[in-house]
Nanobody, 116 residues
Framework: QVQLVESGGGLVQAGGSLRLSCAAS?????????MMWYRQAPGKQRDFVAS???????NYSNSVKGRFTISRDNAKNTVYLQMNSLKAEDTATYYC?????????WGQGTQVTVSS
């Protein structure tokens, strides 16, 4: 089993910044895994935001590229999402996802609200 706990969400004005954290734990956890961020706005599907491999390779959705940065601290079993130049359309619940050998786990989500 793997447990994921997100934190760092909140209310911010457009143009501002937030840093989300996702702390992983559990007997099944390994740093040799994909760590990802997704987001879901009310009434919409859950969309991919960013991912990072254990080797540090990263990938981003076009909507956040250049504004968001995903990183991980393997010593702390934590993945981060630094969000800059936030826009109203970034408002959503942000979820952390862990994926390894076809097995996936999700966190409970953290709300990000950007006021325009």
């Amino acid at each position: 089993q793997v447990q994921l706990v997100e934190s760092g969400g909140g209310l911010v004005q457009a143009g501002g910044s937030l840093r989300l954290s996702c702390a992983a734990s559990g007997s099944g956890f390994s740093n040799v895994a994909w760590m990802m961020w997704y987001r879901q706005a009310p009434g919409k599907q859950r969309d991919f935001v960013a991912s990072t491999t254990s080797a540090g390779s990263t990938n981003y959705s076009n909507s956040v590229k250049g504004r968001f940065t995903i990183s991980r601290d393997n010593a702390k079993n934590t993945v981060y999402l630094q969000m800059n130049s936030l826009k109203a359309e970034d408002t959503a619940t942000y979820y952390c996802k862990y994926s390894r050998f076809g097995e996936s786990y999700w966190g409970q989500g953290t709300q990000v609200t950007v006021s325009s």
